[in-house]
């Protein structure tokens, strides 16, 4: 069975670092677009990053262009979401989706692991 599970979430200070990692198994997920997305308490789940299946097109949201930077390893069928300057507002359980379309919808994507929560404190 498909499986994403997420690792690398914390509490960590404002302007601090976080390496979130996503291990793909159950099958290969070389050939899907991989994304990022995240929930804060009250509100709804909203997009983060995607990459493509070559691991060369990316897309980033507003919000975090600039801090974060998404890659894709497939011979380890695997994701990291390397989030800088890190704030408050970053503050959110992080879920990682596999899809086969290069969308920020979160409709668009199969697959979601069980979330990693972040915490910024100010």
């Known amino acids: 069975q498909a499986q994403l599970v997420e690792s690398g979430g914390g509490l960590v200070q404002a302007g601090g670092s976080l390496r979130l990692s996503c291990a793909a198994s159950?099958?290969?997920?070389?050939?899907?677009?991989m994304g990022w997305f995240r929930q804060a308490p009250g509100k709804e789940r909203e997009f983060v990053a995607a990459?493509?299946?070559?691991?060369?097109?990316?897309s980033y949201a507003d919000s975090v262009k600039g801090r974060f930077t998404l890659s894709k390893d497939n011979a380890k069928n695997a994701v990291y979401l390397q989030m800088n300057t890190l704030k408050p507002e970053d503050t959110a359980v992080y879920y990682c989706?596999?899809?086969?379309?290069?969308?920020?919808?979160?409709?668009?994507?199969?697959?979601w692991g069980q979330g990693t929560q972040v915490t910024v404190s100010s």
């Open positions: 989706a596999a899809g086969g379309l290069f969308s920020k919808v979160v409709r668009s994507y199969d697959y």
């Open positions: 159950g099958r290969t997920f070389s050939s899907y677009v």
């Open positions: 990459i493509g299946w070559s691991g060369r097109g990316t």
